[in-house]
């Protein structure tokens, strides 16, 4: 089970801290991934992190503002979301992978959250 908090509406420029927790998952190497969707679109992939070496991967839009990262012992995942922009409006959706293969698109995941509305005007 994924849950995913956080999400909120702010200006342009500021930030947010999107957290989910997975419970109920163990296994010594996965993917986590944060994905999102605006009304119209497709989901798009944000974010991810190999659980086992640490690696992480974004998209060309959120590299350099975005930064995710994970607390083992809480079994969270994170995204900070720095300047944000309008653009960037969408549900936010936290997904595990069982492959350690993470930059794949949305249906190659397999567990999601409800999602968490990240609103930037």
């Known amino acids: 089970q994924l849950v995913e908090s956080g999400g909120g509406s702010v200006q342009a420029g500021g930030s947010l801290r999107l957290s989910c927790v997975a419970s109920?998952?163990?296994?010594?190497?996965?993917?986590m991934a944060w994905f999102r969707q605006a009304p119209g679109k497709e989901r798009e992939g944000v974010a991810t992190?190999?659980?086992?070496?640490?690696?992480?991967y974004y998209s060309d839009s959120v590299r350099g503002r975005f930064t995710i990262s994970r607390d083992n012992a809480k079994n969270t995942l994170y995204l900070q979301m720095n300047g944000l922009k309008p653009e960037d409006t969408a549900m936010y959706y936290c997904?595990?992978?069982?492959?350690?293969?993470?930059?794949?698109?949305?249906?190659?995941?397999?567990?999601w959250g409800q999602g968490t509305q990240v609103t930037v005007s």
């Open positions: 997904a595990i992978r069982k492959r350690a293969v993470c930059w794949t698109p949305a249906y190659e995941y397999n567990y």
């Open positions: 109920e998952y163990t296994s010594s190497r996965y993917c």
């Open positions: 992190i190999d659980t086992g070496i640490g690696m992480t």
